[in-house]
Nanobody
């Protein structure tokens, strides 16, 4: 099984920056995609950004394009989310996720979620 450990987050002022990190650990798996979802109070969890392992293809929510950057260190199985020009509407709990397959056959695929880290943007 894969375990995810998130770090970063906290309180930032509008226009400020934060950096989230998420490290995956475990054995007998191959990570295919990692990324972040955000869930604001009273709203559904929505994809913020993702990046594939194979070719580092990225995908962003329209609301964060040009402000957030996702990157990953494949060797360390770690994904980062650089959050710039933060807005109050970015306030949410951010959940890291990984989508992986078993290393033997790559047929058993599943998603793992982190516990979430709070990001609050307020003056």
């Amino acid at each position: 099984q894969v375990q995810l450990v998130e770090s970063g987050g906290g309180l930032a002022q509008p226009g400020g920056s934060l950096r989230l990190s998420c490290a995956a650990s475990g054995s007998l798996f191959v990570i295919l995609t990692m990324g972040w979802y955000g869930q604001a109070p009273g709203k559904q969890r929505e994809l913020v950004a993702s990046v594939t392992t194979s070719d580092r293809t990225t995908n962003y929510a329209d609301s964060v394009k040009g402000r957030f950057t996702i990157s990953r260190d494949n060797a360390a199985n770690t994904v980062y989310l650089e959050m710039n020009s933060l807005k109050p509407e970015d306030t949410a709990t951010y959940y890291c996720y990984s989508f992986q397959a078993d290393s033997a056959t790559r047929k058993y695929r599943y998603t793992t979620w982190g516990e979430g880290t709070q990001v609050t943007v307020s003056s």
